[in-house]
Nanobody, 128 residues
Framework: QVELVESGGGLVQPGGSLRLSCVEA?????????VGWFRQAPGKEREGLSC????????NYQDSVKGRITTSRAGAPNMVYLQMNSLKPEDTGVYYC????????????????????WGQGTQVTVSS
């Protein structure tokens, strides 16, 4: 049973930064798979932000957030970070990580239909 757990969300002022973490807690090996980050803003559909492959290290970002976010593997196994900088009120939402069982993260890898396992999400609120 795959168990993804996100953490690190909270309230931050505009212009601030947050680092979100995603860990696979059940022991499911991520070695060959892709981990994606998604956001669901209030009243909007969930959108893909980034992905990273544990297989070949490929990374991809949504154009609208490119340059403000960075996804990386953590030192601990089965853990991924999402570093978000220069946060804006429109970044407010629930952030999810998810697993795509394909090996590579490319331009077409941010559609949620590709992802099989999801965490419960962590709330990020950007407000003064």
């Amino acid at each position: 049973q795959v168990e993804l757990v996100e953490s690190g969300g909270g309230l931050v002022q505009p212009g601030g930064s947050l680092r979100l973490s995603c860990v696979e807690a059940s022991g499911f090996a991520l070695n060959d798979y892709v981990v994606g980050w998604f956001r669901q803003a209030p009243g909007k559909e969930r959108e893909g932000l980034s992905c990273i492959s544990f297989s070949d290290g490929s990374i991809n970002y949504q154009d609208s957030v490119k340059g403000r976010i960075t996804t990386s593997r953590a030192g601990a196994p089965n853990m991924v970070y999402l570093q978000m900088n220069s946060l804006k009120p429109e970044d407010t939402g629930v952030y999810y990580c998810a697993i795509d069982r394909r090996r590579r993260c490319g331009p077409g890898s941010l559609g949620e239909e590709r992802y099989d396992y999801w965490g419960q999400g962590t709330q990020v609120t950007v407000s003064s």
